[in-house]
Structure formats: structure tokens, C-alpha cells
């Protein structure tokens, strides 16, 4: 004979809910019933004609065991099946979740940087298979970015909140902004916008020529510190035109 289903919801999106179990249905046609014992598979779960227990979401094989007077006893299993209802913005509702996003609002050409993107539920009902992105706008601003432009960050219940970090490189000179955003099932729970501006990075140029002399032994009246020196420069941080002209 096949299990009879009993589908729940989970009204409150906390991942589990109450149920009432009652037996007072039993019959015992040669004597009377003195126990009632309910389990899940080989975990008792509570004993007596009627009683309540919490169920997370998903599906539930729960047994009940009558005793007889004369010790004789028999089973009956139903499904309890709690189901999560997913909740996403519709037109005219409040926001189902709230993104932000901290990171520098500008960065030197070569540098590294770091940008979270933060997303809150603000409903009353849980965010399941959240995504969080991060987009520049030129992309030619940055480059490595990473992770990629979206990131899977799992369920949210009401009130909690969860990060993604995107690190990045500062590439081209120039302004833009980046957005951030937040998605559940394909549908937009809410976006950041916010500006960035990738600057050119300025070093000491005197610093640089009295480095490259020195390596080179052309320091006027100072010799280099150490014989075989070479400083390491970075043609990322430097603009080579103009190093050139230092070293006539």
C-alpha cells in the first residue's frame, strides 16, 4: 500500500516547521491500545496519541507503532513533506532584499583593490539560490576580476545577510561606474551603482634617476651601494618615454 503525502509549508522561511501528529484514529478490535510511539526511520521521536515535532524542509517518513494490552503491535507510515515558498519582488512590493558594495572609489593603473558586495533580506520570506554580481563599466577600467561577474551565495532567511569579495586590478586610465546586484531565480531583488575612477600612478622621477645612475655607476660623486645592483622597475608604474629623457 503506498505512503500517504502530507504536504506543509514552510510559512515563516526559517527552513523547518511544527507539526501535529495525532493517532486517536486507532482501533485494537480484541483489546485496547497502550502505546503509541512515532520515529523517522531508527530515530524515536516522541511517544503518546498526539504529538508535535518540527520538520525541516524536504521530505519525512514518519512511523507510528501501536501496543496493545496483550503486547501485540502494529505500524502505519505516512510523508510529511515541508515545502519552502520562495517569495521574489513583484511590482508594488516592498524590496525582498537590500545590495551594497565597499571598495575603494578610486585606484592607481596597476594597483590591486578589493570591492564586497553585500546582500540583506529584507521580506519575510527566504531568498533561495541567491547570486550576487559585480560589472564595470568601461570593463576596460579593471582587469583580472575575480571571481567571475556572478557568484552563487546559497538561501537567505529574513534578517540575514551574506558577502562576496571581487578583487580586482586597476588597467586604463579613465571613469566609470560598477554596478553590483543581487538575483533569485533569475529575478532582480535590487542594484548598486556607484562611480570609479583608475588614475595614473605617480612615483618619484628623482628617486628613479638617482636608482637607475647608481646602478649604472653614473652617479656624480656617489658610487652604488652594493656592487652588481640591480633595481627592479616596473614598466606598469612608469612611463618609459619620460624615464628615457632622465637618462639623457
Given at each position: 500500500?503506498?505512503e ?19 493517532g ?32 525541516s524542509t ?47 572609489s578610486s ?24 547570486q ?24 537567505l ?7 562576496q ?32 575612477t ?21 652617479t ?6 652594493r ?18 629623457s632622465?637618462?639623457?
Amino acid at each position: 500500500m503506498e505512503e500517504p503525502v502530507y504536504p506543509l509549508t514552510d510559512n515563516d522561511g526559517d527552513g523547518a516547521e511544527m507539526v501535529g501528529l495525532d493517532g486517536s484514529g486507532s482501533t485494537d478490535s480484541d483489546g485496547n491500545i497502550v502505546a503509541n510511539q512515532w520515529s523517522e526511520g531508527t530515530t524515536s521521536l516522541g511517544s503518546g496519541v498526539n504529538f508535535s515535532s518540527s520538520f525541516s524542509t524536504g521530505p519525512h517518513s514518519v512511523t507510528l507503532t501501536v501496543i496493545d494490552n496483550a503486547g501485540d503491535s502494529s505500524t502505519d507510515t505516512a510523508v510529511i513533506t515541508v515545502i519552502t515558498v520562495i517569495t521574489v519582488n513583484t511590482a508594488g512590493a516592498s524590496p525582498q532584499g537590500s545590495v551594497s558594495i565597499s571598495g575603494p572609489s578610486s585606484l592607481n593603473r596597476g594597483d590591486r583593490a578589493s570591492f564586497t558586495v553585500t546582500l540583506t533580506n529584507t521580506g519575510s520570506s527566504t531568498i533561495a539560490g541567491a547570486q550576487l554580481s559585480f560589472n564595470v563599466t568601461p570593463n576596460s577600467l579593471l582587469k583580472n576580476v575575480s571571481p567571475g561577474s556572478s557568484v552563487a551565495v546559497g538561501n537567505l532567511t529574513p534578517g540575514s545577510s551574506v558577502s562576496q569579495s571581487w578583487n580586482v586590478r586597476g588597467d586604463n586610465e579613465g571613469s566609470g561606474n560598477i554596478t553590483a546586484g543581487a538575483s533569485s531565480d533569475a529575478a532582480t531583488l535590487d542594484t548598486m551603482i556607484r562611480s570609479l575612477t583608475v588614475i595614473k600612478s605617480f612615483l618619484n622621477w628623482a628617486g628613479i634617476r638617482s636608482a637607475v645612475q647608481a646602478s649604472r655607476g653614473q652617479t656624480q660623486g656617489h658610487a652604488p651601494t652594493r656592487t652588481g645592483m640591480h633595481p627592479l622597475m616596473r614598466c606598469e608604474r612608469a612611463e618609459w618615454r619620460q624615464d628615457a629623457s632622465l637618462l639623457g
